[in-house]
């Protein structure tokens, strides 16, 4: 159907800079929102931010501000640059696609395998 890669993750300083790359691939058709969702021990996930196909985007309070999502239509690729960096932010990253195949005309949500990001303090 669809897969999702993530990229970008690792291990950086408080006040540091990450960027997080997210490429689908398989039998999409299209792709309407893409987003990125954390989720950190202990806690549900949660919305990070969220851009749609015309490029509107949408962030979480906490990160507005620090992180800039944008994304690539013709390579079906979503990026989250996240700069000033808190250990707050540490968390796995995953990857949130709503798509079409063109197996079906069912919008889906695709998933990635997620990315572990750490801020040390």
């Known amino acids: 159907q669809v897969q999702l890669v993530e990229s970008g993750g690792g291990l950086v300083e408080a006040g540091g800079s990450l960027r997080l790359s997210c490429a689908a691939s398989g039998r999409v058709f299209r792709i309407n929102i893409m987003g990125w969702f954390r989720q950190a021990p202990g806690k549900q996930r949660e919305l990070v931010a969220s851009?749609?196909?015309?490029?509107?985007?949408n962030y979480a309070d906490s990160v507005k501000g620090r992180f800039t999502i944008s994304r690539d239509n013709a390579r079906n690729t979503v990026y989250l640059q996240m700069n000033s960096l808190e250990p707050e932010d540490t968390a796995v990253y995953y990857c949130?696609?709503?798509?079409?195949?063109?197996?079906?005309?069912?919008?889906?949500?695709?998933w990635g395998q997620g990315t572990q990001v750490t801020v040390s303090s």
């Open positions: 949130n696609a709503f798509a079409q195949t063109y197996s079906s005309s069912n919008w889906e949500d695709y």
């Open positions: 851009i749609n196909s015309s490029g509107r985007p």
